[in-house]
Every structure is written in C-alpha cells, then in structure tokens.
Antibody
Framework: QVTLRESGPALVKPTQTLTLTCTFS??????????VSWIRQPPGKALEWLAR???????YYSTSLKTRLTISKDTSKNQVVLTMTNMDPVDTATYYC????????????WGQGTLVTVSS | DIVMTQSPLSLPVTPGEPASISCRSS???????????LHWYLQKPGQSPQLLIY???NRASGVPDRFSGSGSGTDFTLKISRVEAEDVGVFYC?????????FGQGTRLEIK
C-alpha cells in the first residue's frame, strides 16, 4: 500500500524559509522509474507543480520558482524534503507531495496535503 | 512551458445527464512513441486529487466506465456518460510531455 504524508510548519513569516518533508511508504526511490513531486494549491485556486526528484538524484524545478526551491531525498528514510526560500503571502497554499511514475509521467498517489499560511 | 486551457470553468449538470470538459494545450502532447501525455484528475471536495484518466484515454484503476477520455495533439475531452452525485468536484487536465507538469485551471462540476 502506497502512502505519502507531508509535514512542516502551518505558519511561516514573510521572508522566512519553508521546509517541508514528505514521508512515504509502499515504494522506494531506488526502484527504477519512481520519483516524488511537490505540487501546491492556493486556496480556491488551481494546482501548480513545483519540483520533482528522481531515484538517480536528478532534480527538476518550476521555471518560475527555481531560484527559490531545493528538493532533496533521503532514500534510507523514505523521505523527500522541499525548501522554499523568501516566503511571501502569495505562497499561502496547500502543499502536496505525490509519487510520480517516470514512464507514464503521472502522479498516481498523493499525500493529504499540508496547509501553509504565510503571514506576519 | 506548455500552457493548459480548460473549458468550461463551471459545469452544472443534472444527475443522469452527460457532461463534457475540453482541454487544450499550447503545444502538441503527442510523443514520438505514439502516446499523448495528457492526464485527467478529479479533486473531490476536501480531498487530494485522484487520477482518472492517463495518457489521454486510459482509465485508472477503479475508475467507473462512465468516465472516458479522448483526443490527440492539442485537443482533449473528458466525458462522463451519466453524471452521478459523487462526481462533484474539480476536474483538472495535466500535460506530462514536459517533465515540468502543468495543470489546467480546473472545471468545477456541480449538481443542478
């Protein structure tokens, strides 16, 4: 059974750095074709893809946010970490991690999401 | 980056009636391998998105056969043959030709 769970602060101040952790089970990033992506959704708005990391450490970032994002993994702990610098109120959103099938390039399992509010 | 455009953005439907959602991409999503890298998701109220259709026309595991996907290149359609109350939510198309996924704006289906 594949599960993913996001964890991190519910509230961050403007200009601070956000660190989110995705802890997953039921698959391994060392398995060929397995990846983990981060996707966010501002309240009442559409989904926005942020970043992806593959088992061989390849990293991919949103064009518009790449200067602020870093994705990393700890394969032994089954965790993927996303950091986003210089947080702004417009970054208020639910942040999801999802398992990504590299071959079909789809996000087939999602976490429940974690709401991050940016406010002073 | 590829831009995805859905229509309509709001879709009121009477239960038992059909429904159709259009999705257009700014570039062709047809890969040289013959697959269209276009997926459909449904986000039910208060839930995470769930995969409905992948690679243009393949239903994901457990998805009822009243859902179908079609199209190729830049124009795609999601059809629901008979809408049920449990179909309420926001439908998203997503391009996957580029590694940097992009979603449409979403189509909110509501029951009349």
């Amino acid at each position: 059974q594949v599960t993913l769970r996001e964890s991190g602060p519910a509230l961050v101040k403007p200009t601070q750095t956000l660190t989110l952790t995705c802890t997953f089970s039921g698959f391994s990033l060392s398995t060929s074709g397995m990846c983990v992506s981060w996707i966010r959704q501002p309240p009442g708005k559409a989904l926005e893809w942020l970043a992806r990391i593959d088992g061989d450490d390849d990293e991919y970032y949103s064009t518009s946010l790449k200067t602020r994002l870093t994705i990393s993994k700890d394969t032994s702990k089954n965790q993927v970490v996303l950091t986003m610098t210089n947080m702004d109120p417009v970054d208020t959103a639910t942040y999801y991690c999802a398992r990504t099938d590299e071959g079909k390039r789809l996000h087939d399992y999602w976490g429940q999401g974690t709401l991050v509010t940016v406010s002073s | 980056d590829i831009v995805m455009t859905q229509s309509p953005l709001s879709l009121p439907v009477t239960p038992g009636e059909p429904a159709s959602i259009s999705c257009r991409s700014s570039q062709s999503l047809l890969h040289s391998n013959g697959y269209n890298y276009l997926h459909w998701y449904l986000q039910k109220p208060g839930q995470s998105p769930q995969l409905l259709i992948y690679l243009g026309s393949n239903r994901a595991s457990g998805v009822p056969d009243r859902f179908s996907g079609s199209g190729s290149g830049t124009d795609f359609t999601l059809k629901i043959s008979r809408v049920e109350a449990e179909d309420v939510g926001v439908f998203y198309c997503m391009q996957a030709l580029q590694i940097r996924s992009a979603f449409g704006q979403g189509t909110r289906l509501e029951i009349k």
